[in-house]
Nanobody, 126 residues
Framework: EVQLQASGGGLVQSGGSLRLSCAAS????????IGWFRQAPGKEREGVSC????????YYSNSAKGRFTISSDNAKNTVYLQMNNLKPEDTAVYYC???????????????????WGEGTQVTVSS
């Protein structure tokens, strides 16, 4: 069974940092792209970042570029999301899932495929 479990959320002040972890199991980690997604209250879920393990390419949403960094520890089957300079608008439940990246011109559309587990709450206070 494909499982991805996010952890590491919390309450942080604006400008602060958090590192989220995504522990994966039930599939060959290196064969898939894994990504982070978030859903704020009253909003649709959106892609934040994906990492393609086959070539190490990383993708970010416009809101994440320059502030968030995705990385992977293949030995631990874990993907991380380092979030710096957090803003109140980053407040959401963050999920990880296997990811599909659709390139449309210079824009990357990040789509979650499967493996959705319970998310982790990130709250940024102003």
């Amino acid at each position: 069974e494909v499982q991805l479990q996010a952890s590491g959320g919390g309450l942080v002040q604006s400008g602060g940092s958090l590192r989220l972890s995504c522990a994966a199991s039930g599939f060959t980690f290196d064969d898939y792209a894994i990504g982070w997604f978030r859903q704020a209250p009253g909003k649709e879920r959106e892609g934040v970042s994906c990492i393609v393990h086959s070539d190490g390419t990383t993708y970010y949403s416009n809101s994440a570029k320059g502030r968030f960094t995705i990385s992977s520890d293949n030995a631990k089957n874990t993907v991380y999301l380092q979030m710096n300079n957090l803003k109140p608008e980053d407040t959401a439940v963050y999920y990880c899932a296997r990811c599909q990246v659709i390139l449309i011109g210079s824009t990357a559309d990040l789509r979650g495929v499967d493996g959705w587990g319970e998310g982790t709450q990130v709250t940024v206070s102003s």
